[in-house]
């Protein structure tokens, strides 16, 4: 089988769309079974999706399984290394794309039988609780720097070993950490994969009575991470984690 990086971070990413945003459509969707399922599922469901997303990429050729252009940022910038910023990053995108067509098509049936606009934008893109600009900026900001330097715990040489055989599984403790305790403010995105791309499916897939894709508000899910991620690799740089 021909594996690449490019590849790895493509099909690594579409998996963790396909069952991170496919957990949301579970839960607020008209006539699941998880119709109603709440946070705790909501948050769950995105942990395991990462942790199954870095598995898969890594199968398919992506050593370091970024998975999300904000980690790809911050380790460029954590290392001097820009060489794979254009090549990641763009998978990354496409397989945001794709992982969000693919939750549309699988819950096909119940797009129709879902009233809210709201809840059907929520199964593609983030948006605030309360919204405030400032605020909004910050809590995407901080759970990115959060997720960044805990990345960089998890791959720190210190703890040798584990981090081969239980990388993945912490890295899906450490973003169910952060959506418990830093999720509930934008639902944190901490990644433009998860955010514009799956909004950009929104905009373009035929999804009945879908409202508007809150384009006013999309530029935070993008901007704010890549700060967060740029502050954490300096971090990283600076102090060796």
Not at 13 to 19: G, K
Not at 79 to 101: C, R
Not at 107 to 131: E, M, N, Q, S, V
């Amino acid at each position: 089988m021909h594996t690449s990086p490019f590849l790895g971070e493509l099909i690594g990413t579409t998996v963790i769309l396909l069952l991170g945003n496919g957990v949301v459509a579970n839960v607020v969707l008209k006539q699941t079974k998880g119709e109603s399922g709440g946070w705790i599922v909501i948050t769950a469901g995105w942990a395991f999706a990462v942790t199954m997303g870095v598995f898969v990429s890594k199968a398919f050729g992506s050593v370091d399984a970024h998975l999300n252009p904000a980690v790809t940022v911050a380790f460029a910038v954590a290392t001097n290394d820009y060489s794979h910023v254009v090549p990641y990053i763009t998978a990354q995108m496409i397989g945001g794309f794709l992982g969000a067509t693919l939750v549309w098509i699988f819950y096909l049936p119940h797009w129709a039988a879902t009233p809210d606009p709201g809840a059907k934008l929520a199964c593609f893109a983030t948006g605030p609780a309360i919204r405030s600009t400032g605020a909004n900026f910050l809590s995407e900001m901080l759970a990115t720097l959060v997720l960044i330097l805990g990345l960089a715990g998890i791959s720190s040489k210190n703890l040798g070993e584990l981090a081969i055989g239980v990388g993945p599984y912490l890295v899906g403790i450490l973003v169910w950490s952060i959506g418990l305790s830093l999720g509930g403010t934008t639902g944190y995105a901490m990644s433009p994969a998860r955010d514009f791309s799956p909004r950009l499916a929104h905009a373009l897939l035929p999804i009945p009575g879908k409202g508007s894709s809150d384009w006013s508000y999309s530029w935070i899910p993008v901007v704010a991470p890549l700060v967060g991620a740029a502050i954490g690799g300096f971090l990283i740089r600076l102090y060796a984690l």
